[in-house]
């Protein structure tokens, strides 16, 4: 079974943008509330404080799932290895359980950071490795550049943007999306839709939301400093949401909101 529907990995605790005591706090909320999965990245300049937070949290290092990613400007041969080292020594752990490349390279050429993060799986500072903002190609392409399995590719995914050509070339290559920006940044709680939903079930629209997700076949990551939001967007997997309302979300996604495009990251690569 892929990590990422093992016991709670489905719903995993974002960091990003988080630093300092704010995510510490955030962290130590997001443990009580239930989560055990939890994802950094080199990018987020918060490895320390998560790995603090974490390790303040006492929970067994066995029962964690934690995932952080590859900065891209360290994917030359020179600073591949140096780069998750430290990160590995920021998160105060000697393994990490899901290593991703944070995006793909600006040539395109996506063979020589794969095959480095293969070696850092080789190696044993990973125990699984994964990719994000790859697109349907760039998949099917990683999967005959690496033999260790790709547990996921984390992407943007909400229900306000259609990602039936990216989740139909993930299922079939065989490697499972996971979203960020989840609630679209807040942008969903513009559509009056989610709350309407959500009252039938008793859940918010938030809810709602992240709910849909995981019923496409997606884990989620999420982020709040909330405790009483932490708590909620945790709180997904005690319903089911109807094909009548699955429906009615899934026609927002002709919206087609895109929040990271490369007007904002220089890495983005051209979307499916």
Sequence with gaps: MNIYFQKTHQRAFGTFPLEGDVAKRAILAAAEAGYRAFDTAQMYGNERETGGALK????????????????????????????????????????????????????????????????????GLARYIGVSNYTAQMMKDATSIVDAPIVTNQVEFHPLLNQDRLLAGANEVGIPLSSYCSVARGEVFKHPDFAEIGAAYGKTAGQVVLRWIVQKGVSVNTMSTNPENIRANFDIMDFTLSSVDMARIEKLTKTGYRIVGEDLVPWAPKWD
Excluded at 61 to 85: Q, W, Y
Excluded at 94 to 114: E, F, K, Q, T
Aim: with cysteine.
């Design 56 to 123: 303040a949290t006492g929970i067994p290092r066995e029962d964690l799932c934690i995932t952080t990613k590859v900065h891209p400007d360290n994917f030359g041969e020179d600073g591949f290895m140096a780069s998750v080292e430290q990160s590995l020594k920021a998160l105060q752990v000697d393994c990490v359980d899901v290593l991703l490349l944070h995006w793909p390279p600006m040539d395109g050429n996506i063979a020589p950071s794969l095959k480095l993060l293969q070696a850092a799986h080789d190696q």
